[in-house]
T-cell receptor
Framework: EPEVTQTPSHQVTQMGQEVILRCVPISNHLYFYWYRQILGQKVEFLVSFYNNEISEKSEIFDDQFSVERPDGSNFTLKIRSTKLEDSAMYFC?????????????FGPGTRLTVL | AQSVTQLGSHVSVSEGALVLLRCNYSSSVPPYLFWYVQYPNQGLQLLLK??????LVKGINGFEAEFKKSETSFHLTKPSAHMSDAAEYFC???????????FGTGTRLTVIP
């Protein structure tokens, strides 16, 4: 069964460094998402992406964050200058169609630790 | 604004016993409601979803949930727990047609042999 994959599974970085989290969505899907979960807190929506542009973003997704689909298969989340509070589990998801009536398929997550 | 509250961060049941995981939602518009499950080292997997059709929704692995508008609830149940049900369960809400899901904090289910 097709699945969303994410790399790395765990990323440790120093505060102020740039990190890129990578995701490979399901191949025929058109909509892509990033969510994050700070330990002990809710899974929070960050951004959705369609047709090479951001379609929705939350208040969390500020200028420090960016997303890109560089090569038609990968979907990346970049954090330019990491802060301690960026430590979280980051989930990528994809769906075939727009909107939450269509199932979003999630990857296993990347645990980001900022020291 | 939408949100969900999951009562009980940890629930333990004996194998064969009823599973009941609670979810209450808040939404200013008719909601779409979801239950996702996460097994260790895996992604979130959709168990079931309510999108304004039948109020009793059946999902995978014998789970079901009932949308109760009067109680603003969408509790997840399974008549008989199996060891393989041990996982983290997330309730989520969204608006019709919206892209983003609003999740609860999750409930970790432990099944005792």
């Amino acid at each position: 069964e097709p699945e969303v994959t994410q790399t790395p599974s765990h990323q440790v970085t120093q505060m102020g460094q740039e990190v890129i989290l990578r995701c490979v969505p399901i191949s025929n899907h058109l909509y892509f998402y990033w969510y994050r979960q700070i330990l002990g807190q809710k899974v929070e929506f960050l951004v959705s992406f369609y047709n090479n542009e951001i379609s929705e973003k939350s208040e969390i997704f500020d200028d420090q964050f960016s997303v890109e689909r560089p090569d038609g298969s990968n979907f990346t989340l970049k954090i330019r200058s990491t802060k301690l509070e960026d430590s979280a589990m980051y989930f990528c998801a994809s769906s075939l169609d727009r909107g939450t009536t269509d199932t979003q398929y999630f990857g296993p997550g990347t645990r980001l630790t900022v020291l | 604004a939408q949100s969900v509250t999951q009562l009980g961060s940890h629930v333990s049941v004996s194998e064969g016993a009823l599973v009941l995981l609670r979810c209450n939602y808040s939404s200013s518009v008719p909601p779409y409601l979801f239950w996702y499950v996460q097994y260790p080292n895996q992604g979130l997997q959709l168990l079931l979803k309510y999108t304004s059709a039948a109020t009793l929704v059946k999902g995978i692995n014998g789970f079901e949930a009932e949308f109760k508008k009067s109680e603003t609830s969408f509790h997840l149940t399974k008549p008989s727990a199996h060891m393989s049900d041990a996982a983290e369960y997330f309730c989520a809400v969204s608006e019709s047609g919206a892209n983003n899901l609003f999740f609860g904090t999750g409930t970790r289910l432990t099944v005792i042999p």
